[in-house]
């Protein structure tokens, strides 16, 4: 049993002897018809061609198997000098390409898994680091507050009272960090549930404009709705998705930097969903930062820190809650020109929508003069 176990049969040998044994007796056969000598007519020489043809069949396999054997273990040694000294042992002094193939492969999954927790490691220093900053200076703020009122700023009544004002906008920003940290969690253990509902996705956009009003007119901003309908029904969760559009259009008011700035929010219908978009005309985003912008904390410039007191996860939150939809969010932007938000939202089963003119503006808030 051991002894047939040992055997291994090229297959590829035997088919190139089978091959030249074919050929030779091919050449004789046909020597032997057109031939007038009547030996080569006899049974004594059909048997010796016979013999001869295994004799050269076997003796041709065993020289092919050994050049095979002696320019494989050539090149398997070529091979094995480039490589890493732990891939290849010194006990591995039969290895055939098969297994050597083998090894490059289980080589490259640890080299790629490596990779993989070198990106992780990486991802987590500079995701903790993001979290640190963003708790230290609520933090630190607090801390200064308190010191000053402990070493006699309370006995001021207006230093008191606007301290204490201070640090319940501080406690708040710390509250709101917590919070969208604990959403994100939960989004991504899917232990959030969405409640679908059919509502007009144009009279939402209108109430976050109502809301963003007055930080529109702090910063001297339009708001403007395109639509092509009046009415425009979606089916998904309405709080998250105003949640999403007050995100995308406050980023926009907070980071317009320009005279004459405006947003204009477009909802159109397609075939099976309606498409929105929020477009600004801002300082836009460079092109290196774009793959990133959706990350939790991440800072597109430094100049863009948080100054206005928001947790720095609102894209975050938007990405994930339009993956909640089994939608996705897509974003394009020309640096120092502006950036556009798109997204769509599913129809709902029984469509009633009140068609007018096409392209009807809405404007919300006239520019500031």
């Not at 020289?63 to 054997?69: A, G, T, Y």
């Not at 460079?286 to 904390?297: G, S």
């Not at 820190?305 to 974003?331: C, D, F, P, T, Y």
């Not at 556009?340 to 029984?350: T, W």
Request: no cysteine; proline share 2%.
């Amino acid at each position: 049993m051991k002894f047939r176990n040992s055997i291994k049969v090229n297959w590829l040998s035997v088919a190139a002897s089978f091959l030249l044994v074919a050929v030779v007796g091919g050449v004789v056969m046909i020597f032997e018809f057109y031939s007038s000598d009547s030996f080569f007519k006899t049974r004594d020489f059909n048997y010796f061609l016979i013999f001869t043809l295994w004799f050269v069949f076997i003796v041709n396999y065993f020289v092919l198997e050994f050049l095979f054997s002696f320019y494989s273990k050539n090149q398997i040694r070529r091979i094995t000098n480039i490589l890493p000294e732990d891939i290849i042992h010194d006990f591995d002094t039969d290895i055939g390409f098969k297994e050597l193939g083998e090894k490059v492969h289980e080589m490259n999954q640890k080299n790629a898994e490596i990779d993989m927790m070198k990106e992780m490691e990486d991802y987590r220093k500079e995701y903790i680091g993001n979290v640190s900053h963003e708790l230290k200076t609520p933090l630190f703020s607090i801390q200064g507050y308190i010191e000053t009122l402990r070493d006699g700023g309370v006995e001021d009544l207006n230093i008191r009272d606007k301290y204490l004002e201070r640090i319940d906008k501080s406690v708040e920003r710390l509250l709101n960090i917590v919070k969208d940290l604990d959403m994100i969690n939960r989004f991504e253990a899917g232990q959030i549930e969405l409640k679908y509902s059919t509502f007009d996705i144009n009279y939402l956009i209108q109430e976050v404009f109502d809301l963003l009003e007055m930080e529109a007119e702090r910063h001297s901003m339009t708001m403007q709705l395109q639509t092509t309908q009046s009415q425009l029904l979606v089916f998904a969760d309405k709080q998250r998705i105003s949640q999403v559009l007050i995100n995308l259009i406050s980023n926009a008011v907070k980071y317009a930097n320009r005279e004459e700035a405006q947003i204009i929010v477009s909802t159109r219908e397609g075939m099976k969903s309606i498409h929105i978009s929020v477009e600004d005309n801002g300082m836009g985003i460079k092109p290196e930062n774009l793959p990133r912008i959706f990350e939790r904390f991440y800072r597109v410039e430094s100049s863009r820190n948080r100054k206005e007191g928001g947790s720095g996860l609102g894209l975050a939150i938007v990405k994930h809650i339009m993956e909640a939809h089994k939608q996705s969010i897509s974003v394009e932007s020309v640096y120092l020109s502006g950036t556009k938000f798109k997204f769509k939202l599913s129809k709902p089963f029984l469509e009633k929508t009140k068609k007018i003119n096409p392209l009807l503006y809405i404007d919300r808030h006239p520019p500031m003069r």
